[in-house]
């Protein structure tokens, strides 16, 4: 089946209030691009220009769109309702619920805006937000500080490997357990071993 008729389906087994916003939010987004293709993903209408951009979802209690690179996107209206694992993955989603009226407006200049990234070559990836800086044990930072070798590897190391040695000394409850494994971090920093090394492939 094409996508356009599978989405026609779909919207019309949706209730009426629901109904209603999905046929204006699938007028919208062709009105604001004509090069716009419909497909079919996960189970809902979808919406692509030069990759992957919007889905339309509809919920018990409201109509979701998904702008799949929203993180990129400037939402000066406050459109995006923000959860952590949508903050994660770089997805932003547009909650509209039984009797609200679309911000017609500021929807337009949301699908224009990931139009636009699309064009430019953007990837989802792009999308994730910046990592958050990791915040060293005092004491390993110390001790990175007065032993030149292993500041060096230190720097060199990629952020998850950083982050496994981090994450390691900061688990240990005792001052015993952490006071040991800052010094054995150490050893392994200065020979240049990643924490998980011995367990990968």
């Known amino acids: 089946m094409a996508p356009q008729e599978q989405i026609n389906l779909y919207i019309a087994e949706q209730p009426e209030w629901q109904r209603r916003l999905l046929v204006r939010l699938r007028q919208l987004i062709h009105a604001t691009d004509d090069q716009i293709e419909e497909t079919w993903r996960w189970n809902s209408p979808h919406f692509d220009r030069d ?80 990592r958050k800086a990791l915040v060293l044990p005092t004491e390993l930072e110390n001790c990175l500080k007065k032993d030149e070798q292993a500041s060096a590897n230190w720097e060199s190391f990629s952020y998850s490997h950083k982050k496994e040695y981090v994450e390691w000394i900061s688990d240990a409850k005792q001052d015993e357990t952490r006071k040991r494994r800052v010094a054995q971090a150490l050893e392994m920093i200065r020979e240049g071993q990643g924490k998980e090394d011995k367990h990968r492939v």
Not at 80 to 104: M, P, V
Request: proline share 1%; net charge positive; aromatic share 8%.
């Open 51 to 130: 990759g992957i951009m919007i889905g339309l979802h509809g919920f018990k209690t409201c109509v979701s769109v998904w702008f799949h690179k929203g993180a990129l996107l400037k939402d000066t209206h406050g459109l995006f309702k923000l959860t952590e694992k949508d903050e994660e993955r770089g997805i932003r989603k547009y909650k509209i619920s039984e009797g609200e009226a679309i911000n017609e407006k500021a929807f337009a200049d949301l699908v224009k805006q990931a139009v636009k990234l699309n064009l430019a070559g953007t990837k989802l990836s792009d999308a994730k937000p910046a």
